[in-house]
Nanobody, 121 residues
Framework: QVQLVESGGGLVQPGGSLRLSCAAS????????MAWYRQAPGKQRELVAA???????NYADSVKGRFTISRDNAKNTVYLQMNSLKPEDTAVYYC???????????????WGQGTQVTVSS
């Protein structure tokens, strides 16, 4: 069984910063791509940033230059450093991981439960 647990969300003023963390645990053989998505009320879930196992990254245009994704492979953890936050960044942020579990030996996508980020004065 595999779990993704996010932390670090909260309320922040415009221009502020937050750091999200997502730790994967359970019977994991290997983690490939890890990513952060977000979903604002009334909108579709969208990719924010992604990182491969060798550190290649890509970002949504709306967050380039403000957000940084990183990962610690030894801890099976991915981070999202969010700077210069704007009200339009308000959303539930979800962690996503493509990994191969020991139990099934299959490559599957897993999701965290989501963490709320609210940017407001």
């Amino acid at each position: 069984q595999v779990q993704l647990v996010e932390s670090g969300g909260g309320l922040v003023q415009p221009g502020g910063s937050l750091r999200l963390s997502c730790a994967a645990s359970g019977s994991i053989f290997s983690i490939y791509r890890m990513a952060w998505y977000r979903q604002a009320p009334g909108k579709q879930r969208e990719l924010v940033a992604a990182i491969t196992s060798i550190g290649s990254t890509n970002y949504a245009d709306s967050v380039k230059g403000r957000f940084t994704i990183s990962r610690d492979n030894a801890k099976n953890t991915v981070y999202l450093q969010m700077n210069s936050l704007k009200p339009e960044d308000t959303a539930v942020y979800y962690c996503n991981a493509h990994l191969r579990s020991i139990a099934t030996s299959q490559l599957s996508a897993y999701w965290g439960q989501g963490t709320q980020v609210t940017v407001s004065s």
